[in-house]
Protein backbone atom coordinates (compact mmCIF):
# COMPACT_ATOMS: atom_id res chain seq x y z
CA UNK A 1 0.00 0.00 0.00
CA UNK A 2 1.72 3.16 -1.06
CA UNK A 3 2.41 5.67 1.64
CA UNK A 4 -0.25 8.69 1.75
CA UNK A 5 1.26 12.33 2.72
CA UNK A 6 -1.51 14.82 3.14
CA UNK A 7 -0.80 19.01 2.30
CA UNK A 8 -2.59 21.18 3.93
CA UNK A 9 -1.70 24.29 2.01
CA UNK A 10 -1.84 24.91 -1.33
CA UNK A 11 -4.80 26.68 -3.93
CA UNK A 12 -6.59 25.39 -6.91
CA UNK A 13 -7.01 27.98 -9.71
CA UNK A 14 -10.14 26.73 -11.43
CA UNK A 15 -9.77 27.70 -14.90
CA UNK A 16 -12.65 27.12 -17.95
CA UNK A 17 -10.63 25.28 -20.54
CA UNK A 18 -9.90 21.55 -19.85
CA UNK A 19 -8.83 19.63 -22.38
CA UNK A 20 -11.18 16.97 -23.33
CA UNK A 21 -10.41 13.20 -22.30
CA UNK A 22 -9.63 12.31 -26.98
CA UNK A 23 -6.43 12.00 -28.46
CA UNK A 24 -6.57 13.56 -32.35
CA UNK A 25 -3.33 14.36 -34.77
CA UNK A 26 -1.87 18.14 -35.02
CA UNK A 27 -1.51 19.20 -38.10
CA UNK A 28 1.63 18.28 -39.32
CA UNK A 29 4.36 21.01 -38.63
CA UNK A 30 6.15 22.38 -41.66
CA UNK A 31 9.71 23.54 -39.21
CA UNK A 32 10.59 22.48 -35.66
CA UNK A 33 12.62 24.09 -33.41
CA UNK A 34 14.82 23.28 -30.62
CA UNK A 35 15.80 25.50 -28.16
CA UNK A 36 18.93 25.34 -26.26
CA UNK A 37 17.56 28.26 -23.55
CA UNK A 38 14.99 25.08 -22.47
CA UNK A 39 17.95 23.48 -20.80
CA UNK A 40 19.28 25.39 -17.63
CA UNK A 41 22.83 26.45 -17.45
CA UNK A 42 23.89 24.65 -21.12
CA UNK A 43 26.65 26.33 -23.01
CA UNK A 44 25.63 24.71 -26.28
CA UNK A 45 27.81 23.88 -28.99
CA UNK A 46 26.49 23.59 -32.66
CA UNK A 47 26.84 20.10 -34.51
CA UNK A 48 24.72 20.97 -37.60
CA UNK A 49 24.96 23.64 -39.76
CA UNK A 50 22.27 25.11 -42.01
CA UNK A 51 21.61 23.17 -45.24
CA UNK A 52 23.03 20.11 -43.00
CA UNK A 53 20.01 16.87 -43.69
CA UNK A 54 19.36 15.14 -40.11
CA UNK A 55 17.11 12.18 -39.22
CA UNK A 56 14.95 11.81 -35.68
CA UNK A 57 18.14 10.88 -33.45
CA UNK A 58 21.11 13.07 -35.32
CA UNK A 59 22.76 15.30 -32.76
CA UNK A 60 22.24 18.91 -33.14
CA UNK A 61 24.45 20.25 -30.01
CA UNK A 62 26.35 19.67 -27.28
CA UNK A 63 27.13 21.06 -23.32
CA UNK A 64 30.54 22.49 -23.78
CA UNK A 65 30.44 21.96 -19.94
CA UNK A 66 29.13 18.40 -19.99
CA UNK A 67 30.12 17.36 -23.89
CA UNK A 68 28.47 13.63 -23.25
CA UNK A 69 25.35 14.74 -23.29
CA UNK A 70 23.60 15.50 -26.59
CA UNK A 71 20.50 16.53 -27.82
CA UNK A 72 19.26 15.28 -31.20
CA UNK A 73 16.97 16.13 -33.29
CA UNK A 74 13.19 14.76 -33.16
CA UNK A 75 12.25 14.63 -37.00
CA UNK A 76 14.07 14.06 -39.93
CA UNK A 77 14.98 16.74 -42.61
CA UNK A 78 16.67 20.07 -43.55
CA UNK A 79 18.41 22.05 -40.99
CA UNK A 80 17.25 25.49 -42.29
CA UNK A 81 18.36 27.67 -39.69
CA UNK A 82 20.77 28.26 -36.81
CA UNK A 83 19.43 30.86 -34.86
CA UNK A 84 21.65 33.13 -32.80
CA UNK A 85 21.30 36.02 -30.91
CA UNK A 86 23.53 38.52 -29.60
CA UNK A 87 27.36 37.68 -29.26
CA UNK A 88 26.45 34.09 -31.16
CA UNK A 89 24.15 32.86 -28.55
CA UNK A 90 22.86 29.78 -29.70
CA UNK A 91 19.02 30.47 -29.78
CA UNK A 92 17.18 27.69 -31.69
CA UNK A 93 18.07 24.80 -34.41
CA UNK A 94 15.00 25.34 -37.02
CA UNK A 95 14.92 22.07 -39.12
CA UNK A 96 12.13 22.06 -42.29
CA UNK A 97 10.76 18.34 -40.89
CA UNK A 98 9.75 15.27 -43.60
CA UNK A 99 6.21 14.61 -44.24
CA UNK A 100 6.55 10.96 -42.20
CA UNK A 101 9.77 10.20 -39.85
CA UNK A 102 12.60 8.74 -41.00
CA UNK A 103 14.81 7.80 -37.49
CA UNK A 104 18.79 6.89 -37.22
CA UNK A 105 18.80 3.35 -36.50
CA UNK A 106 20.84 2.89 -32.98
CA UNK A 107 22.36 -0.21 -31.86
CA UNK A 108 20.82 -2.34 -29.95
CA UNK A 109 21.90 -2.45 -25.89
CA UNK A 110 20.74 -4.97 -23.28
CA UNK A 111 19.68 -3.31 -20.84
CA UNK A 112 19.14 -5.96 -18.30
CA UNK A 113 22.86 -7.00 -18.23
CA UNK A 114 24.34 -3.94 -19.27
CA UNK A 115 26.14 -2.17 -16.41
CA UNK A 116 25.56 1.59 -15.80
CA UNK A 117 28.13 3.15 -16.92
CA UNK A 118 27.42 2.04 -20.35
CA UNK A 119 23.55 2.18 -19.99
CA UNK A 120 24.80 5.74 -19.08
CA UNK A 121 26.50 6.79 -22.42
CA UNK A 122 23.74 4.89 -24.55
CA UNK A 123 21.29 7.38 -22.98
CA UNK A 124 23.45 10.14 -23.55
CA UNK A 125 24.40 9.12 -26.52
CA UNK A 126 21.43 9.07 -27.90
CA UNK A 127 19.64 12.19 -26.72
CA UNK A 128 17.40 10.34 -24.09
CA UNK A 129 19.99 11.79 -21.24
CA UNK A 130 18.13 15.60 -21.82
CA UNK A 131 14.98 14.48 -20.06
CA UNK A 132 16.47 13.43 -17.07
CA UNK A 133 17.12 16.60 -14.70
CA UNK A 134 18.39 17.30 -11.33
CA UNK A 135 17.13 19.18 -8.55
CA UNK A 136 18.55 21.71 -7.06
CA UNK A 137 18.66 23.63 -10.10
CA UNK A 138 16.40 22.16 -12.74
CA UNK A 139 19.25 21.55 -14.98
CA UNK A 140 19.63 18.77 -16.99
CA UNK A 141 21.82 15.88 -14.62
CA UNK A 142 25.73 15.56 -14.52
CA UNK A 143 25.67 11.77 -15.37
CA UNK A 144 28.71 11.19 -12.81
CA UNK A 145 27.04 12.94 -10.08
CA UNK A 146 24.52 9.73 -8.61
CA UNK A 147 21.50 11.32 -6.72
CA UNK A 148 20.06 10.32 -3.37
CA UNK A 149 16.60 9.75 -4.87
CA UNK A 150 14.56 9.90 -8.31
CA UNK A 151 11.30 11.16 -9.00
CA UNK A 152 8.63 10.45 -11.50
CA UNK A 153 5.45 12.42 -10.86
CA UNK A 154 2.43 10.85 -11.70
CA UNK A 155 0.10 13.39 -11.66
CA UNK A 156 0.62 17.53 -12.12
CA UNK A 157 -1.79 19.68 -10.32
CA UNK A 158 -1.18 22.91 -12.24
CA UNK A 159 -4.46 24.60 -13.98
CA UNK A 160 -6.03 22.71 -16.76
CA UNK A 161 -2.48 20.11 -16.03
CA UNK A 162 -3.24 17.27 -18.48
CA UNK A 163 -4.00 13.96 -17.08
CA UNK A 164 -0.34 11.65 -16.74
CA UNK A 165 -2.46 8.54 -17.12
CA UNK A 166 -4.15 9.80 -20.42
CA UNK A 167 -0.68 11.20 -21.78
CA UNK A 168 0.75 7.36 -21.03
CA UNK A 169 -2.25 5.27 -22.71
CA UNK A 170 -0.67 2.86 -24.78
CA UNK A 171 2.84 3.60 -23.69
CA UNK A 172 2.69 1.52 -20.37
CA UNK A 173 5.30 -0.90 -21.62
CA UNK A 174 7.79 1.60 -22.29
CA UNK A 175 7.47 3.24 -19.21
CA UNK A 176 7.65 -0.14 -17.07
CA UNK A 177 10.76 0.06 -19.05
CA UNK A 178 11.95 3.25 -18.45
CA UNK A 179 11.51 2.88 -15.10
CA UNK A 180 13.61 -0.09 -14.64
CA UNK A 181 16.57 2.08 -16.78
CA UNK A 182 16.38 4.88 -14.16
CA UNK A 183 16.85 2.53 -11.08
CA UNK A 184 19.60 1.13 -12.90
CA UNK A 185 21.49 4.26 -14.14
CA UNK A 186 21.06 6.19 -10.71
CA UNK A 187 21.85 3.65 -8.05
CA UNK A 188 18.83 4.99 -6.33
CA UNK A 189 15.40 4.40 -5.11
CA UNK A 190 12.86 5.78 -7.94
CA UNK A 191 9.63 7.37 -6.40
CA UNK A 192 6.68 7.38 -8.31
CA UNK A 193 4.04 9.44 -7.16
CA UNK A 194 0.58 9.79 -7.51
CA UNK A 195 -2.84 11.50 -6.33
CA UNK A 196 -5.27 10.19 -3.74
CA UNK A 197 -8.36 11.82 -6.02
CA UNK A 198 -6.45 10.58 -9.40
CA UNK A 199 -6.82 7.12 -11.42
CA UNK A 200 -3.23 6.44 -11.73
CA UNK A 201 -3.08 4.16 -8.52
CA UNK A 202 -3.78 1.06 -10.80
CA UNK A 203 -1.37 1.57 -13.56
CA UNK A 204 1.23 2.97 -10.82
CA UNK A 205 0.86 0.15 -8.44
CA UNK A 206 1.59 -2.47 -11.61
CA UNK A 207 5.29 -1.56 -11.41
CA UNK A 208 7.44 -3.35 -9.22
CA UNK A 209 11.06 -2.00 -8.27
CA UNK A 210 9.51 1.75 -7.36
CA UNK A 211 8.32 3.14 -4.12
CA UNK A 212 4.66 4.59 -4.44
CA UNK A 213 3.60 7.69 -2.60
CA UNK A 214 0.73 8.94 -3.08
CA UNK A 215 0.08 13.03 -1.86
CA UNK A 216 -3.32 14.48 -0.80
CA UNK A 217 -4.25 18.52 -1.35
CA UNK A 218 -4.26 21.62 -3.59
CA UNK A 219 -1.43 22.70 -6.25
CA UNK A 220 1.06 22.51 -6.00
CA UNK A 221 0.83 18.98 -4.53
CA UNK A 222 2.38 17.97 -8.30
CA UNK A 223 5.40 19.90 -7.66
CA UNK A 224 8.71 17.92 -7.57
CA UNK A 225 10.44 20.11 -4.78
CA UNK A 226 7.08 19.65 -3.00
CA UNK A 227 7.39 15.97 -3.36
CA UNK A 228 10.89 15.90 -2.25
CA UNK A 229 10.44 18.02 0.63
CA UNK A 230 8.02 15.41 2.11
CA UNK A 231 10.16 12.51 0.99
CA UNK A 232 13.61 12.82 0.85
CA UNK A 233 14.15 16.62 1.50
CA UNK A 234 17.93 17.97 0.09
CA UNK A 235 20.93 19.27 2.02
CA UNK A 236 23.74 21.26 0.26
CA UNK A 237 25.77 18.54 -2.05
CA UNK A 238 22.51 16.29 -2.41
CA UNK A 239 21.13 15.93 -5.71
CA UNK A 240 17.88 14.06 -6.70
CA UNK A 241 16.67 13.23 -10.39
CA UNK A 242 13.62 13.62 -11.76
CA UNK A 243 11.70 12.70 -15.05
CA UNK A 244 8.11 13.37 -16.39
CA UNK A 245 6.34 10.58 -16.84
CA UNK A 246 5.74 10.83 -20.64
CA UNK A 247 9.55 11.21 -21.20
CA UNK A 248 10.12 8.12 -18.66
CA UNK A 249 8.19 5.92 -21.31
CA UNK A 250 10.16 7.24 -24.46
CA UNK A 251 13.57 6.29 -22.26
CA UNK A 252 11.97 2.67 -22.64
CA UNK A 253 11.35 3.11 -26.39
CA UNK A 254 14.74 3.82 -27.00
CA UNK A 255 15.84 1.01 -25.18
CA UNK A 256 13.10 -1.49 -26.39
CA UNK A 257 13.49 -0.25 -29.89
CA UNK A 258 16.86 1.49 -30.55
CA UNK A 259 15.39 4.82 -31.70
CA UNK A 260 14.54 8.09 -30.79
CA UNK A 261 11.18 8.53 -29.98
CA UNK A 262 10.05 12.51 -30.68
CA UNK A 263 6.36 12.10 -30.24
CA UNK A 264 4.76 14.20 -27.62
CA UNK A 265 1.58 14.03 -26.87
CA UNK A 266 -0.34 17.24 -25.18
CA UNK A 267 -3.55 18.97 -23.77
CA UNK A 268 -4.33 22.25 -25.74
CA UNK A 269 -6.37 24.21 -23.18
CA UNK A 270 -7.35 27.76 -21.98
CA UNK A 271 -10.79 29.69 -22.38
CA UNK A 272 -9.57 30.99 -25.83
CA UNK A 273 -9.34 27.92 -27.41
CA UNK A 274 -12.90 27.02 -28.81
CA UNK A 275 -12.06 23.29 -29.04
CA UNK A 276 -9.99 21.96 -25.63
CA UNK A 277 -8.06 18.34 -26.78
CA UNK A 278 -5.50 16.41 -26.77
CA UNK A 279 -2.57 16.00 -29.41
CA UNK A 280 -0.52 13.93 -31.03
CA UNK A 281 2.55 16.17 -32.32
CA UNK A 282 6.09 16.13 -32.74
CA UNK A 283 8.68 17.85 -29.92
CA UNK A 284 9.63 21.20 -30.80
CA UNK A 285 6.27 21.51 -33.51
CA UNK A 286 4.84 25.44 -33.64
CA UNK A 287 2.36 26.90 -32.45
CA UNK A 288 1.03 27.39 -35.79
CA UNK A 289 0.67 23.86 -36.11
CA UNK A 290 -0.86 23.01 -33.42
CA UNK A 291 -3.60 26.05 -33.48
CA UNK A 292 -4.19 25.36 -37.03
CA UNK A 293 -7.56 24.01 -36.49
CA UNK A 294 -8.90 25.81 -34.10
CA UNK A 295 -10.87 29.18 -33.78
CA UNK A 296 -9.17 31.20 -30.86
CA UNK A 297 -11.79 33.93 -29.60
CA UNK A 298 -11.77 36.90 -30.44
CA UNK A 299 -10.81 39.64 -27.51
CA UNK A 300 -10.48 43.24 -26.69
CA UNK A 301 -6.94 42.90 -26.72
CA UNK A 302 -6.24 39.17 -28.33
CA UNK A 303 -4.98 36.51 -26.92
CA UNK A 304 -1.76 34.58 -25.02
CA UNK A 305 -0.23 31.37 -26.16
CA UNK A 306 1.80 30.18 -23.63
CA UNK A 307 3.62 26.77 -24.21
CA UNK A 308 3.00 25.18 -20.40
CA UNK A 309 0.76 26.33 -17.82
CA UNK A 310 -0.36 29.99 -16.95
CA UNK A 311 1.84 30.02 -13.97
CA UNK A 312 5.03 28.78 -15.47
CA UNK A 313 4.79 28.73 -19.23
CA UNK A 314 6.33 30.43 -21.82
CA UNK A 315 4.30 33.03 -23.89
CA UNK A 316 5.71 32.39 -27.20
CA UNK A 317 2.99 34.00 -29.13
CA UNK A 318 1.88 32.70 -32.57
CA UNK A 319 4.82 31.96 -34.30
CA UNK A 320 6.77 30.38 -31.28
CA UNK A 321 7.27 26.51 -30.60
CA UNK A 322 7.04 24.14 -28.18
CA UNK A 323 9.52 24.04 -25.37
CA UNK A 324 11.03 21.11 -25.11
CA UNK A 325 9.39 19.82 -21.29
CA UNK A 326 6.05 21.27 -22.00
CA UNK A 327 3.26 19.21 -22.23
CA UNK A 328 0.81 21.29 -22.23
CA UNK A 329 -0.17 24.36 -24.77
CA UNK A 330 -2.85 26.94 -22.78
CA UNK A 331 -4.32 30.31 -24.57
CA UNK A 332 -6.25 32.79 -22.35
CA UNK A 333 -6.73 36.37 -23.02
CA UNK A 334 -4.82 39.56 -22.66
CA UNK A 335 -5.51 41.68 -19.95
CA UNK A 336 -4.28 45.06 -20.21
CA UNK A 337 -7.95 46.79 -19.58
CA UNK A 338 -7.80 49.34 -16.41
CA UNK A 339 -11.14 48.61 -14.18
CA UNK A 340 -12.50 51.64 -12.53
CA UNK A 341 -12.92 50.91 -8.58
CA UNK A 342 -12.82 47.60 -9.75
CA UNK A 343 -12.14 46.39 -5.95
CA UNK A 344 -15.49 48.01 -5.00
CA UNK A 345 -17.39 46.04 -7.26
CA UNK A 346 -18.96 42.54 -5.96
CA UNK A 347 -16.55 40.41 -7.85
CA UNK A 348 -18.38 37.20 -8.47
CA UNK A 349 -16.67 36.71 -11.84
CA UNK A 350 -13.37 36.96 -10.22
CA UNK A 351 -11.00 34.25 -8.25
CA UNK A 352 -9.70 35.23 -5.36
CA UNK A 353 -7.86 33.52 -2.39
CA UNK A 354 -9.79 35.49 0.22
CA UNK A 355 -12.99 36.65 0.76
CA UNK A 356 -12.34 39.93 -0.66
CA UNK A 357 -14.94 39.54 -3.75
CA UNK A 358 -18.53 37.84 -3.90
CA UNK A 359 -17.03 34.56 -6.20
CA UNK A 360 -16.18 32.53 -2.11
CA UNK A 361 -19.96 31.75 -2.10
CA UNK A 362 -19.80 29.61 -5.47
CA UNK A 363 -16.37 27.60 -4.54
CA UNK A 364 -17.14 24.98 -7.44
CA UNK A 365 -16.72 27.93 -10.12
CA UNK A 366 -14.73 28.08 -13.07
CA UNK A 367 -13.47 31.44 -14.33
CA UNK A 368 -11.99 32.66 -17.77
CA UNK A 369 -9.15 34.98 -16.33
CA UNK A 370 -6.99 36.80 -18.17
CA UNK A 371 -3.43 38.12 -18.06
CA UNK A 372 -4.43 41.74 -15.96
CA UNK A 373 -2.51 41.66 -13.25
CA UNK A 374 -4.94 44.23 -11.04
CA UNK A 375 -1.82 46.28 -9.79
CA UNK A 376 1.36 47.75 -10.19
CA UNK A 377 4.39 46.84 -8.04
CA UNK A 378 4.31 47.88 -4.69
CA UNK A 379 7.05 47.62 -1.68
CA UNK A 380 7.69 43.91 -0.71
CA UNK A 381 5.96 43.65 2.65
CA UNK A 382 5.25 40.44 4.76
CA UNK A 383 1.48 39.91 4.54
CA UNK A 384 1.03 36.10 5.37
CA UNK A 385 -0.52 35.36 1.48
CA UNK A 386 2.42 33.34 0.65
CA UNK A 387 2.89 30.94 3.43
CA UNK A 388 -1.40 30.21 2.84
CA UNK A 389 -0.31 28.53 -0.54
CA UNK A 390 3.19 27.24 -0.05
CA UNK A 391 3.23 23.92 1.12
CA UNK A 392 6.83 23.51 2.60
CA UNK A 393 8.38 23.77 5.84
CA UNK A 394 10.12 26.90 4.40
CA UNK A 395 9.92 30.98 5.10
CA UNK A 396 9.31 31.58 1.35
CA UNK A 397 9.41 35.99 2.28
CA UNK A 398 12.64 35.57 4.25
CA UNK A 399 14.39 33.35 1.76
CA UNK A 400 13.49 36.07 -1.29
CA UNK A 401 14.52 38.91 0.62
CA UNK A 402 17.73 36.89 1.16
CA UNK A 403 18.60 36.00 -2.99
CA UNK A 404 17.26 40.46 -2.94
CA UNK A 405 20.33 41.28 -0.92
CA UNK A 406 22.88 38.64 -2.49
CA UNK A 407 23.07 36.54 0.74
CA UNK A 408 24.23 33.41 -0.45
CA UNK A 409 24.69 31.87 3.36
CA UNK A 410 21.12 33.05 4.48
CA UNK A 411 20.07 31.19 1.51
CA UNK A 412 20.95 27.87 2.20
CA UNK A 413 20.21 28.40 6.03
CA UNK A 414 16.93 28.79 4.42
CA UNK A 415 16.41 26.43 1.87
CA UNK A 416 17.37 27.39 -0.95
CA UNK A 417 18.55 23.91 -2.28
CA UNK A 418 15.29 22.78 -2.18
CA UNK A 419 12.55 25.09 -4.07
CA UNK A 420 12.23 25.51 -7.46
CA UNK A 421 11.42 28.68 -9.27
CA UNK A 422 7.71 27.32 -10.12
CA UNK A 423 7.16 26.54 -6.66
CA UNK A 424 6.84 30.30 -5.90
CA UNK A 425 4.14 30.40 -9.09
CA UNK A 426 1.35 30.51 -6.80
CA UNK A 427 2.82 33.32 -4.33
CA UNK A 428 3.31 35.23 -7.39
CA UNK A 429 -0.33 34.71 -8.31
CA UNK A 430 -1.52 35.76 -4.46
CA UNK A 431 1.57 38.88 -4.23
CA UNK A 432 -0.48 42.14 -3.62
CA UNK A 433 3.25 43.40 -4.12
CA UNK A 434 3.50 41.75 -7.67
CA UNK A 435 6.64 40.50 -6.72
CA UNK A 436 8.42 38.48 -9.71
CA UNK A 437 9.45 35.58 -7.00
CA UNK A 438 10.18 32.89 -10.25
CA UNK A 439 12.81 35.00 -11.88
CA UNK A 440 14.60 35.66 -8.40
CA UNK A 441 14.80 31.97 -7.88
CA UNK A 442 15.88 31.55 -11.38
CA UNK A 443 18.68 33.92 -11.00
CA UNK A 444 20.23 32.44 -7.36
CA UNK A 445 20.16 29.27 -8.97
CA UNK A 446 21.79 29.97 -12.05
CA UNK A 447 25.09 31.94 -9.76
CA UNK A 448 24.80 28.68 -7.87
CA UNK A 449 24.79 26.31 -10.44
CA UNK A 450 27.53 28.40 -12.05
CA UNK A 451 29.69 27.56 -8.94
CA UNK A 452 29.05 24.29 -9.55
CA UNK A 453 30.27 24.00 -12.72
CA UNK A 454 33.53 26.08 -12.14
CA UNK A 455 34.04 24.09 -9.17
CA UNK A 456 34.10 20.63 -11.57
CA UNK A 457 36.48 22.16 -14.17
CA UNK A 458 39.55 23.10 -11.01
CA UNK A 459 42.12 20.54 -10.99
CA UNK A 460 42.53 18.06 -8.53
CA UNK A 461 45.66 18.11 -6.30
CA UNK A 462 47.01 15.11 -4.77
Known sequence: ??????????????????????????????????????????????????????????????????????????????????????KRVLLGIKILADKSVRSLEFPRIDAQNADADTLTHYLCDHGAWAFIRTKPFDAVAFPDIKPKAVV?????????????????KGKEEAF????????????AKVFLTTHTKANSAGWANAFSGTENVAFSGAHPAGSVSVQLHHISPLNKGEFAWYVHAEDVARIGTLILEARFDGSRRIALTGSSVNKPMYLETIQGSSMASLLKDQ????????????????LT??????????????????????????????WAAPGFDKFSLSRTFFSWITPGKKYALTTNMHG???????????????????????????????????????????????????????????????????????????????????????
Open 1 to 86: MAKTIHLKKGLDIRLVGEAALSIEPASVSDTVMIKPTDFVGIKPKTLVQAGDEVLAGSPLFFDKNNPDFKVVSPVSGEVVEVVRGP
Open 152 to 168: VSGFDSAPLAPSVEFLL
Open 176 to 187: KKGLEVLAKVSG
Open 295 to 310: KLAETEFGNRIISGNV
Open 313 to 342: GDEVGQDGYLGFYHHQVTVIPEGKHREFFG
Open 376 to 462: EHRAFVVTGEYEKVFPMDIYPVQLLKAIHNDDIEQQENLGIYEVSPEDFALCEFVCTSKIESQSMVRSAHDLLYGELVDSRKEPVHH
